[in-house]
């Protein structure tokens, strides 16, 4: 799922087109009382105009779907690659979105809530083997014991405290 | 575990409801029927807030229980996974249904604002509110992103007509819990006559989502 910058240029002569169509349209308007000859005309170039406005919203409604793709898969932290490509409403949109998501999570079952972006597999086993890929420090575990995740080092831990760190790419889970 | 669990209990009071007791395991049932029916159904499906709490609060009775248990027994792993079961049981059920809230946004907010008062709702007030957040969001995006920019008579999208609708006329496996006579079932083309089916108790069916959509609210069938 990747994400490319938004494509400004493009997308302003998208809009200064439309904005050129409509002005001429405007005029023929202007002329048309009592004549009906270019209301055709009229009628043709506002179906350009709706059908670009239509494919801009498409492209940004996509866009939308894959930020919101990414907060599920990253989690709340974006990384700086994804961000460089993404514009300040856009980071409007994932921060709004991460917040109302938040909100809901911690409103189900009336007390502490659930966080619905763990446990997205169903669980085969309960420690798994994992390696680590990069130097991430200290890691505690659920009985006080503290790990610490250093590159290439392989551990036997609880499958639900690796699962952020596995979607993170900090552990790979070693299937022997 | 023999303790039953209640709904009554956690109900604010604001309706007399009559107590219904049930067993974990029939808690975990229902859980799984609801789990089933949502990821299956191409709609939205009614909203069970009191199943949700129920399980909820099974989890953090049994999560207590096993703080208790001497580390290292062998009950305490098998406990374990039956908590991280109910538990992805649980989260798979709940982003079912956020899926399908953020898909059908527009459709999802009109159906409820749309109900009368004694029907019962699609969404709880939190996903309500999500779902509110989630449009005032997304058009406020479109809007400083592109609408703005636009010729004054483009600058709204109806958001009814460019979302589009869920598809009710998709196909689902079923199984039959009660049986049902009389299923009326359409004609997909114009030479074929409408015909009504007899659903056996136990026998499984592929069908058209939108003829038996009742059906699956009230319980008489099972999506598989």
């Known amino acids: 799922m990747s994400l490319l910058t938004l494509r400004r240029n493009f997308f302003n002569v998208h809009v200064i087109t439309t904005t050129k169509i ?21 009628k043709f170039r506002h179906s350009c105009l709706l059908r670009n406005q239509r494919c801009i919203a498409a492209y940004l409604y996509d866009r939308l779907l894959r930020i919101r793709a990414l907060r599920w898969e990253y989690g709340s932290v974006l990384p700086t690659t994804i961000r460089f490509h993404m514009c300040a409403e856009e980071m409007e949109w994932f921060n709004q979105y991460k917040k109302s998501l938040a909100t809901y999570m911690r409103s189900i079952g009336g007390e502490e809530g659930l966080d619905i972006t763990q446990d997205m597999k169903p669980p085969k086993s309960l420690y798994i ?48 | 575990m023999a303790d039953g669990v209640s709904d009554s209990d956690l109900s604010g009071g604001e309706e007399s409801r009559e107590e219904v007791t049930m067993t974990p395991a029939e808690l975990i049932a229902r859980l799984e029927q609801a789990w089933l029916n949502e990821k299956f159904s191409p709609e939205l499906m009614e909203n069970k807030s009191e199943l949700v709490e129920c399980v909820m609060e099974q989890l953090t009775h049994m999560e207590e229980n096993l703080q208790r248990v001497r580390k290292g027994d062998v009950k305490a792993s098998v406990h374990r996974m039956e908590i991280d079961r109910i538990r992805f049981v649980l989260s798979s059920y709940l982003r079912s249904r956020l899926q399908k809230i953020e898909r059908f946004f527009p459709h999802v907010l009109e159906k409820e604002k749309s109900r009368a008062d004694g029907d019962p709702s699609f969404l709880s007030p939190e996903e309500f509110a999500f779902a509110k957040e989630f449009l005032a969001n997304t058009e406020v995006y479109l809007r400083n992103v592109a609408l703005k920019h636009m010729p004054p008579n483009l600058q709204s999208i109806d958001m009814l007509k460019a979302v589009p609708e869920p598809c009710l006329d998709s196909f689902v496996f079923l199984r039959v819990k009660e049986r049902q006579e009389n299923i009326l079932v359409e004609p997909e083309t114009d030479e074929q006559r409408e015909y009504v089916v007899d659903l056996d108790k136990g026998s499984q069916h592929l069908m058209r989502y939108r003829t038996i959509a009742p059906l699956v609210a009230s319980g008489a069938v099972q999506l598989i």
């Open chain 1, 129 to 176: 083997e994992v390696r680590c890929l990069k130097d991430h420090g200290e890691f505690e575990i659920d009985d006080g014991t503290v790990i610490l995740l250093k590159k290439n080092s392989q551990h036997f831990l609880p499958r639900w405290k690796c699962e952020q760190l596995i979607r993170q790419g900090v552990l790979e889970h070693v299937i022997s």
């Open chain 1, 22 to 42: 409509y002005r001429e349209n405007c005029l023929n308007e202007a002329k048309t009382e009592g004549k009906s000859e270019l209301i055709p005309s009229i």
